[in-house]
């Protein structure tokens, strides 16, 4: 039995329907009136269907900027004692820009930038201070940290809405469409911005301190020297030779200036300095597993380039070879709390750098070992 | 800080009253369905039963799929967990992390020896295996 032989039955269950021919006659005519305002509109409406895709995606980071802003707030409020509303200094915190340095005459620009950057941290820093008067140092920093990851959150979805609106007022495909192919990475970034927040609000390890945890390891229980800007120091006996450790200050949320603690090192023992070790977090690519240890050669350090730039500098003048472990992570991995296969795989990491110690050095040479990334939530 | 989720989203109303729509229709297919049964209609009651099914069956994927992006929406805390070790005996212990914890911190002396004071030596979070990424054969 086909479906036209009961629908003069169905006709009186529910309305008039129209008979078999006449409702071949309309599908004809609606297969020819799809195909003509496909053939018209096709580019139109595809247009339409990315848009809606952006729209949904700018909704989940208007979400995530404002979940930013009432985590920044939140923390303030709680562990800043604030005697007004900070609300209006947040907003106006996570509206700030930073002018990078003009490059037409490249020479010197490393020190225009490094400046910038020292102005920057120390006017973000006194906004904090401001902001929460009852805070200690390391809270300072922690709070410093959750502001900067709102900031990013807020400079992200600004961005995406710029490109969106602009796409929806020009009715351009190639606007939409680019916005629309980058976006997965976007909220990839947006996201690990997201999870960072409650992560620097509480103070809790992330990712990117795999390196300062190395160090950290490395010089406990060892006397600690603060050395500028934020690092500390200190001298380690290694499978017979003299290491020098090098970390951000501990456990508040820094990064510190490894650059200059190397090249103020390295200036002190006379270029008499065997190898520099650097350990740090290193994105990682799809299908590589979380916590893999790798070694190689270079500084591994990111960021702008300032500190990368000083330990060269420092090595080239001197001759001294440069060795890399890097423990493998995703961007999400190194914002959020730090996973557990990022904490065991410290261990591998600290052996790695033992065996390139012995491999590569005589005993009683010096070396120096430098922990680099955010030590937010460990100490030393 | 056990699992918890950040702010509340909402399923958008206009898709509800459109989900609610189709569901009443469903059901009244359901209902036209019996009553042409009772009229001895068995084919067009199987009709009206397969449309109210697939009315149904849809108007739950599109509440089920619009929940989904809600609760992509929320920002979830992952729960962190904080390693407590005593250097001398060796005691460990795991507990949720706690504002103020710190890898290298300090705690009360240690409740087995008595002797040395116990010490955080790991903060980390553990991610479930759904999150993880799937195997790839390559």
């Known amino acids: 039995m086909n479906v036209l032989a009961v629908l003069p039955a169905l006709e009186n269950q529910l309305f008039q329907l129209p008979t078999g021919d006449t409702i071949s006659q309309i599908l004809s005519m609606l297969f020819y009136v799809v195909f003509i305002v496909f053939l018209f509109y096709g580019q139109r409406i595809q247009m339409y269907v990315m848009i809606r895709e952006v729209e949904g995606s700018l909704y989940k980071l208007k979400y995530m900027r404002d979940e930013g802003r009432k985590t920044a707030i939140e923390t303030i409020k709680e562990i800043g004692k604030p005697q007004t509303d900070p609300s209006a200094r947040v907003d106006r915190y996570l509206e700030y820009f930073t002018i990078s340095p003009q490059s037409m005459d490249p020479a010197g620009i490393v020190w225009k930038l490094d400046h910038i950057l020292d102005v920057r941290d120390t006017r973000l820093k006194d906004e904090v201070k401001l902001m929460a008067p009852a805070t200690d140092e390391v809270q300072v920093n922690n709070l410093e940290n959750t502001l900067e990851a709102a900031m990013a959150l807020n400079y992200i979805f600004k961005v995406v809405r710029h490109f969106y609106i602009q796409g929806k007022k020009t009715l351009s495909l190639y606007i939409i469409m680019q916005l629309q192919m980058i976006l997965p990475l976007v909220m990839k970034e947006a996201e690990a911005y997201a999870s ?22 490395l010089m406990h229980g060892y006397e600690t020297k603060k050395v500028p800007k934020d690092c500390v120091i200190a001298t380690v006996p290694v499978e017979g030779r003299t290491a020098f450790v090098i970390k951000a200050e501990g456990p508040g949320g820094n990064v510190g200036k490894p650059g200059d603690v190397v090249k103020a090192l390295i200036e002190k023992n006379k270029g008499k300095i065997t190898s520099v070790i650097m350990i740090d977090a290193g994105l990682k690519l799809e299908g590589e597993g979380v916590g893999e240890v790798a070694e190689g050669i270079g500084a591994a350090i990111g960021g702008p380039g300032v500190d990368q730039f000083k330990i060269e500098e420092s090595l080239v003048k001197y001759h001294i070879p440069i060795n890399a472990v890097i423990v493998k992570e995703d961007i999400g991995d190194a914002v959020s709390p730090m996973r557990k296969e990022i904490s065991d795989a410290v261990d591998k990491a600290i052996e790695r750098v033992k065996s390139v110690i012995l491999e590569r050095t005589k005993e009683g040479d010096k070396v120096i070992i430098v922990g680099v990334g955010n030590t937010i939530g460990i100490g030393q | 800080m056990s699992e918890n989720t950040a702010g509340t989203a909402k399923i958008s109303t206009f898709v509800l009253l459109i989900v609610l729509i189709v569901l009443a229709l469903s059901l009244v297919a359901l209902a036209l369905a019996v009553n042409a049964f009772i009229l001895g209609e068995e084919i067009v009651a199987g009709y009206l039963l397969v449309i109210g099914f697939i009315a149904m069956t849809l ?6 799929q619009s929940r989904r992006r809600v609760m992509s929406m929320k920002i979830t805390a992952p729960q962190v967990m904080t390693t407590i070790e005593c250097r001398k005996c060796g005691d460990k212990s795991v507990r949720e992390f706690q504002r103020g914890d710190y890898v290298f911190k300090e705690l009360e002396p240690c409740k087995k020896c008595l002797d040395d004071k116990m010490m955080i030596t790991a903060i ?10 799937r195997a790839s054969p390559f």
Not at chain 1, 196 to 217: N, T
């Open chain 2, 124 to 133: 980390y979070k553990e991610v479930k295996d759904k999150e993880k990424e």
């Open chain 2, 59 to 64: 108007s739950g994927y599109v509440l089920l």
């Open chain 1, 196 to 217: 960072a927040l409650k992560a620097f609000a509480y103070g809790q390890p992330i990712g990117d301190g795999a390196g300062a945890l190395v160090a950290a390891k």
